[in-house]
């Protein structure tokens, strides 16, 4: 029932994400970066791990320059196994090919693993949040198993104010997240 009601949200979400014209999510990307860079969060910040962006997804490449600039240490995602991933650092937008599934990954012989634990902030994709930090991701668990071994990083996520939502349904691996900045609205809850 639960699985079920996740699947349906999940076709919704990703249905409205689709939807939006590439300028909305360009003007939407720069507007969160600005908020986003703006913060205590990104400020303390010596190591953040963000995600490489689908076409569909929330443009963080302002963000990668930003952290570039500021000479802080950023990571992205790397799949080394079925719902298994490691972060990797990104030296610079040179080092970055297109990998897997259209995804930008870091070159192999340029990659440098970055432990969970030095990572200081975690930039969290999904397709809808909640204001208690619930998350709906695409269903593979990468998030949920990678995570927890974040152990001193403040997980947020930066979305389109449509994928807020007051709750989620969620299951007990679901790892929550402190917290959401959208165009309108942000939330910080020192859930882990």
């Given at each position: 029932m639960?699985k079920?009601?996740k699947?349906?949200l ?8 689709a939807?939006?014209p590439?300028d909305?999510?360009?003007r939407?990307g ?13 400020r303390?910040?010596k ?9 569909d997804?929330?443009q963080l ?9 500021a000479?802080?240490?950023l990571?992205i ?5 079925k719902?298994?991933m490691?972060?990797v ?10 990998g897997a599934?259209?995804?930008?990954t870091v070159?192999r012989e ?6 969970p634990?030095?990572?200081d902030c ?6 809808a949040f909640?204001?208690s ?5 695409l269903g593979?668990?990468f998030?949920?198993?990678?995570l ?10 930066l979305?389109?104010?449509?994928q807020l939502?007051e709750?989620?349904?969620l ?6 997240i402190?917290g959401v900045l959208?165009?309108?609205r ?5 859930v882990?």
């Amino acid at each position: 029932m639960l699985k079920a009601r996740k699947a349906v949200l999940r076709r919704e979400f990703l249905a409205k994400r689709a939807a939006l014209p590439f300028d909305e999510r360009d003007r939407i990307g720069h507007a969160l970066t600005e908020k986003f860079t703006a913060t205590e969060f990104y400020r303390e910040a010596k190591v953040l791990m963000a995600y490489a962006s689908t076409p569909d997804e929330l443009q963080l490449n302002e963000l990668f320059a930003a952290c570039f600039n500021a000479g802080k240490v950023l990571a992205i995602p790397l799949i080394v196994g079925k719902g298994l991933m490691r972060a990797v650092a990104v030296p610079s937008f040179d080092a970055l090919e297109m990998g897997a599934f259209g995804i930008q990954t870091v070159k192999r012989e340029l990659r440098q693993f970055v432990e969970p634990a030095q990572i200081d902030c975690v930039i969290v994709p999904g397709l809808a949040f909640d204001v208690s930090g619930g998350r709906l991701g695409l269903g593979g668990g990468f998030y949920d198993r990678f995570l927890p071994q974040a152990v001193n990083a403040r997980k947020i996520a930066l979305a389109y104010d449509f994928q807020l939502l007051e709750s989620l349904p969620l299951e007990p691996h679901d790892f929550r997240i402190n917290g959401v900045l959208t165009p309108e609205r942000s939330f910080y809850n020192e859930v882990h």
